[in-house]
């Protein structure tokens, strides 16, 4: 284990706060950088203390990372290492969980208004050059938080993959595909995730745009709250009463050919009820160095997470096949 005022430190950075009163938080920032970078000055000796620092540092800022995203409709619970986490749901109408992230558990009943999530690895890889290693030009830092977007972005695609598999292919009182944004259909999806309660609706940045309060996207009718929202936000932050939350997305490689996201899925849930996306995290995140044939080093990580999708009976799901 690293000091605790490191991590305390590294947490800090990695957030962009300060939780020592002598320190702000750019003076957080630039005391973890010269920290690391005075490590990896002497990589060959430092190697597994400045691996201990990422490690435990992406465990600690993981989940708040996540619920920070994702806390509005999913659940984020931290497990040791064998141990299977155990969820309990109140609303008795819910019968199934949906499990994604590589685990052959399709469809689980319910018992006595519990099921678990089961977990699997997810693994990735950064790499530094040796002459930036031997000469501590390497940002540690910012290859924490390289860490910390991979597995996020792999958790999105594996709660959209969960979603997506638990709703079906075809149009019913649950999902709706059409070519554009059609407010009267989304309404319709709308009024039964209401009868579960409250709705709160996500999707992508480009998946959110069409959505409008009015009859029609007529800018010279919309609302100066809707217009504030879309200068600032790039969509609404409200419709007909209903929160509107954006999900980060980005590219599966530096091609940019194809998007982790598919942006025409527009979810809703409701807000007051079970939350439908349940996460956990297993264990601790762990990294391995590769020497490659050039000389740069891979980092190679692994970290066990789960996701399960609660049974789709109080959610629904528009998609928009023109995105």
């Known amino acids: 284990m690293i000091e605790q005022r490191i991590l305390n430190c590294a947490v800090d950075a990695a957030l962009g706060r300060s939780t020592d009163p002598k320190f702000t938080p750019e003076q957080r920032v630039e005391g973890m950088r010269a920290y690391l970078a005075e490590l990896g000055k002497d990589y060959r000796r430092n190697e597994i203390l400045i691996n201990e620092v990422i490690e435990q540092t992406v465990d600690a800022i993981l989940p708040i990372k996540i619920t920070e995203r994702l806390g509005v409709f999913a659940d984020v619970s931290q497990v040791q290492d064998g141990v299977t986490k155990k969820w309990h749901v109140k609303n008795g109408k819910i019968t199934a969980a949906y499990t994604a992230l590589g685990v052959e558990q399709p469809r689980q009943k319910l018992y006595k208004g519990t099921f678990t999530t089961q977990t699997a690895p997810i693994s990735g890889a950064v790499y530094a ?134 942006d025409g899925y527009i979810y809703m849930a409701p807000v007051n009820a079970d939350k439908p996306v349940k996460i956990v995290l297993e264990g601790s995140m762990h990294i391995r160095d590769k020497q490659e044939r050039d000389w740069s080093t891979t980092k190679e990580y692994y970290r066990k997470a789960g996701i399960s999708v609660l049974a789709i009976n109080h959610m629904a799901l528009y998609e928009n096949s023109s995105l």
Request: charge should be negative; glycine fraction near 12%; proline fraction near 1%.
């Open 129 to 262: 050059e040796y002459e930036d290693l031997i000469t501590g030009r390497v940002d540690f830092a910012d290859m924490i938080n390289q860490l910390v977007g991979a597995i996020m972005d792999q958790i999105y695609a594996g709660i959209q993959d969960a979603l997506i598999g638990a709703f079906g292919t075809t149009n019913n009182a649950n999902r709706f595909v059409g070519g554009s944004f059609m407010q009267a259909e989304f309404d319709k999806l709308k009024g039964t995730v209401q009868a579960y309660g409250k709705p709160v609706i996500f999707g992508t940045a480009v998946g959110l745009t069409g959505i409008s309060n009015g009859a029609g996207f007529d800018w010279n009718k919309t609302s100066e709250a809707d217009r504030l929202d879309i200068r600032n936000l790039g969509h609404v932050g409200k419709y007909k009463g209903s929160d509107v939350v954006e999900l980060p997305n980005s590219f599966t490689d530096e091609t940019n050919a194809q998007k982790l996201l598919d």
